[in-house]
């Protein structure tokens, strides 16, 4: 009944301010000012070998922030070889032609800047933000890299051992350990592009071969699958010159076709349980099979998304913490923790979790999730067994 009101009442109140919106004598909009506009300059080209370039001049502040975007991400690295994308990330820092191990990341932070890299669904990138004159010197830095990795078996030997105890600090020995950023795309889909352990499996870490590594980088780090950034403070034309300069030399890779990513539909609800012994709680997480991108659908879940999870306001924040007491936090999103609605290209699922208060009966926590947000997709929940914790979908 109180909801009824409230919805005649939502009714009343938009009946009323189109009413007096139309009541309103209608009065043409006023031209924005000269000078008011909001305007960011982008400009994109491709240099001959398939590099593309993305310009962006803005002079607010005496820094530019170079970027270089590697189409290859670990949904598609290769097969037997599980976390091989984020292996090669690593890799990037140990040398190259004219940088000796790790002076790639001493020359950026000598000279006044920072940098980073990361390894997503469908891309790798590698991104510096230096002082405005040090353009040339990072451009330089960047193509030394692209163009010749200083792939050699010591340095394998030493990131596999690195990613290996990557694995083990954030995975295997932590509480929640993939929780459910890697677990649920592997109990959610089918395609093994989309649902193997892209964090990486020991095993097959430790296996990487150093002619493997060597044909991954020939192939996939080159200029006709890289997107080149350049923000900030520099002058267009000076900066088409030093790219032309360090990057128009670098040959293309015969890239090979890009594998079939689609899911079969999903015809009933998924379940999967996961024992979790370090978990100091039982936890519940849901999935949805996103849309296909840019359909009318994907921008409806997009709204959904920041209505449902995100934020203390949310409508899951507000029936599972404030209202029920079920849990202290609601998280997720899409493509959670690495990255968002927008930067991924294949199939994604929207999830979010939470971790539920001792004292409240599974029965109880799981049944009011599912009332607060159905759905069609896998739901996770770690709960005890025993002496451990067992993570569940339900």
């Known amino acids: ?160 051992g690195v990613v290996g105890n990557e694995v083990k600090v954030n995975v295997l020995n932590a509480p929640y350990g993939g929780f459910p950023w890697v677990d649920m795309p592997m109990a959610a889909n089918s395609n093994w592009y989309n649902a193997h352990n892209f964090y990486g499996d020991l095993t097959d870490i430790e296996a990487a071969k150093l002619d493997e590594v060597q044909k991954f980088f020939e192939t996939y780090y080159a200029p006709n699958n890289a997107v080149l950034t350049i923000v900030g403070d520099f002058d267009p034309a000076e900066a088409k010159k030093m790219v032309e300069k360090y990057f128009a030399p670098i040959k293309a890779s015969q890239l090979p076709a890009q594998p079939d990513l689609t899911e079969p539909k999903q015809e009933k609800e998924k379940r999967v349980d996961k024992k979790d012994p370090l978990a100091p709680r039982p936890a519940v997480a849901v999935g949805y099979h996103m849309p296909d991108r840019n359909t009318p659908e994907y921008y409806a879940m997009g709204l959904l998304e920041q209505m449902l999870i995100e934020g203390d306001d949310s409508l899951l924040h507000e029936e599972l913490v404030q209202k029920r007491g079920l849990t202290d936090s609601v998280e997720g999103g899409i493509n959670p923790l690495l990255g968002n609605m927008f930067n991924y290209n294949g199939p994604m699922l929207l999830m979010a979790q939470q971790a539920r208060r001792s004292g409240i009966a599974r029965s109880r926590a799981r049944e009011t999730a599912l009332q607060s947000l159905r759905h069609h997709g896998a739901i996770w929940r770690v709960r005890p067994d025993g002496s451990a914790r067992q993570l569940r979908i339900v």
């Open 1 to 160: 009944m109180q909801a009824q009101a409230k919805g005649v009442a939502h009714r009343v109140l938009a009946a009323l301010l189109l009413a007096g919106s139309l009541a309103l004598p209608s009065r043409p909009e006023p031209a924005p000012a000269a000078g008011e506009e909001f305007h960011v300059p982008v400009e994109y080209y491709k240099l001959p070998n398939g590099l593309r370039v993305v310009l962006s001049p803005d002079h607010t502040a005496p820094t530019v922030c170079v970027g270089v975007y590697y189409r290859i991400g670990f949904r598609i690295e290769p097969k037997d070889r599980t976390g091989f994308a984020h292996l090669f990330e690593h890799m990037m820092f140990q040398g190259s032609q004219n940088l000796g191990k790790m002076e790639f990341i001493k020359l950026v932070q000598q000279n006044g800047g920072i940098l980073n890299g990361s390894t997503r669904f469908d891309f790798t990138n590698y991104f510096e933000v230096m002082p405005s004159n040090k353009l040339e010197t990072v451009l330089w830095a960047e193509s030394d890299r692209m163009r010749g990795l200083a792939v050699t078996e010591a340095n394998l030997k030493n990131q596999q």
